[in-house]
């Protein structure tokens, strides 16, 4: 793993620094049947890491592939730092800078590396200046990287022997090699497998916290996005339903499908009376006064209580080990998620009360 | 495209597997062993023959060298022209087609694999019709003021015909091989600085090169090994000096045959280094690459090289044919009768061909695939061996064979020599499906099929033989339509007066009867195209 003193010295001999990046009313159309982007805008801080959440379709990949350079928009304006990368418009006001010049380092979700090329090859790829002999390596920044990603004396060994692991973090080394001042991620841990997913997942989220560049990933995840994203923007159809850091997404949602999508909701109808939304599990406080008196409300599993007594019957449990996930069956037939932590895990078919216990909730109108 | 399938064979082979540890239904009889064995021995044994008889002559052998250096310098100049020629005209037409947003890219896709379907023989004469006074190519060019003097004949022309009918060998496996490749390869190259052009040749480039250099290896082996098209341009390579000489002069024909198998071995062994770094083909290619746009001129000179390509190795030989087919029939000159019998003989010579090179090899691919040994291992490599080594090699290695053997001479011009001919050609072809169709039928399979039927029969009746037949099939379809056009070796090895399609049509060309070999070659062309079409291209498609 990875240690803080370590870090620190990458990033000062590195001499990472992030910049803004700022996307305005992109357009990117395509033929029939793949993902377009309408109208699209996005600020990133410089140094901040913003995920683009959302479910596969959703055109996350063409935004990041927009930013990169490597799909050409059909209207809007990209600009990275101050300098305008890309700009629709006249002839002589219009931009295109190749994905070449951008100074922006891209890690994609196989890897992308060259088999054919050692490691040490593999990260002095983008070297430029000093080496232009073909496939040169410069040992000083290839050893600090290594150092960084934590794979020291692998330089020598060609891609094909590495774990997919090591794979993704030797493209990591090598996308931050040429000092880019934004690094895009493209689902850089959904080629792993489950366990090594979060190990990696949590190595990589160590080093993009210290090294200061502006970071922009693309996830189906949840989990990922709010581990390693400042904020996260929830896109669906071409378009961001909602950007912010991943507590607002998960307390207050914009809707109910952001709701959803960014972790296990129940969704239950209700009654507004005297701002208090009277559901089967009995009145829960509400966020915002809604218009009429019919809304839908959204509560998160681990905000419900079982406790002995009546009301409601255990249909299902999973036990997770730090915490049991049960399926309740109330009286009127509906079905809600508890997650418990404390208890010994009860067994289906025991009678439990169950009552509300978490912070005001989201509350939507209803049809 | 037959030939590819064999190159993985050419390349991979190997000696020894890894020892596998003894299970149950593993063990292997003496039966089997033999069989193998027997095998090994029927495909090594033309080289072999050829270098042992080499070695006898001695100091008689030093004249025919100083004679024979002069076809083996031509041969090897043919063989490294058209192997570099296919490999650069392959490569391109491979990636406009693939990588670009060529009009109409995928039509371009199937109709560059067709010219693989002419025999160099066929082709060759195509050409020579076509340029003759009368043919479909002559008037057109007198027009420009560049009527043909003279046959077309010497190096220029056979490295022009042997190209455009090769390529393909080229073109179908970087095609194939390109359009796997990950996107990102190429794209993480731009992020790092390249631009398009750079990003091709340092990223995606050493990805196509085991692919061009196998492809260009078999472009070499069946230039060198060329008998049909040089003998028609009258070009003097190795192979037509060796047919030259079979009648007369059996010291020559083992010096140049020794010759012709040295290059062949030392090509193959040379492509057989292995070279590190190739990414194995992914199974999910990810995102799809976007199509290089091709602006203006760029799209105008592409569709114009790639119509120029398809002109050259389709269109102009095949209306060539047409041409002179067409003005036998309407003349009344073609007696179709004529046709029956050489069509009725290949087509039975095939499929006994077929069948019995199929039945023969499946225990020789059980044992490659399921317990592979030393003796395997040497009888694959023996089977891959016969496909690299020239027809007429193998035609006159068996014919001299079974003439100054003791006991074998009623083998000579007998159907059993012929048919061991083209099995020793063409084995490798069927022994490779045939390991697709052994493991087709994997373990847990097996495995299970012995828990569930105990009737040994049975089981290989409900379960075995259903699971390998679609492998046994495209096995037997791959000699079966080898053996439609093979040439050489029906020359060489067919009994008296047994006639195929392929030496009917070789006949009429040199007696100069060019309706009826118009006639007679279209109809061989319909039939190997309709069997590569059922063969290959859907095989590939699935």
Redesign the interface.
Known sequence: MVGDVMIGRARASLGLSGAPVKVSQITVAYQPGVPTLQDLSLSVAAGESVALLGPSGCGK?TLLRAI????RPAGGEILIGDTPVYRHGAAASKKWV????RN???V??????????TVAQNIS??V?GRFRR?NSVDHEVVNELLRLVDLEGYGHR???TLSGGQQQRV?LA??L??RPQVLLLDEPFSALDTTLRAQVRSEVAHILREIGVTVIFVTHDQDEAFVLGDRVAVMEHGRITQIGTPDQLYRSPRNLAVGAFVGEANILGARIVDGLAETVLGPIPILAPIDGDRADILVRPEALHMHAGEGAVIEYVEYYGHDTRYDLRLPDGTIVIVRDAHDVPRSVGETVGVKFVGSPVMAWPAD | MDGYVATDRVLTATASGPPNSRRVGDDQNLVSRVWIAAIGGVFSLPPLFVLFRAALLGGESLDEVTGALGPLWRTIQLGALVAITTAVLGSVMAWLVVRTDLPGRRIWHTLLSLPIVLPSFIGAAAYAAALAPNGVLYGPLDLVGLAPQGRLAGMGAAWFVLTVFTFPYVFLPVAARLSVL?A??E?????????GPQAFR??VL??LRPAIRSGALIVFLYTISDYGAVQLLRFDTLTRKIFSARLADRAAFYVLATMLVILTFVAVAAQRRRV?????T?ENP??AQ?PIKLSGWRRIAALAVVAATLTAALLAPVASLVVWAWRGVADGRVDYAELIGPLVNTATIGLITAAVVVTVLVPLALSTVRRSDGLAGAASIAVTAGYAAPGVVIALALSFWVRSVPGFFWLYLSFPLLLAGYAIQFGALALGSAEDAVRAVPRSVRESARLLEPDRNRRIALIHFPLMRPGLVSGGGLVLLSVVKELPITLLLAPLGFNTMATRIWAKFEEGYAADAGVFALVLLLVSGVLTWLLVLRAMDS
């Not at chain 1, 990169?68 to 799909?71: C, F």
């Not at chain 1, 190749?98 to 010049?101: I, R």
């Open positions: 990949t990169a350079g490597l799909e190749g994905p070449e010049s922006v380092g891209m994609f979700q196989d890897g992308g590396l060259f088999p054919h090329l790829f983008g430029v073909r060609l891609p094909g493209a090598r996308a090699a040429p | 990950p990102s390869l794209e993480s190259a731009r992020m790092l600085g390249r631009n340092e990223a050493p990805q590190p770094g190739t990414m194995e992914p990810g995102v976007p």
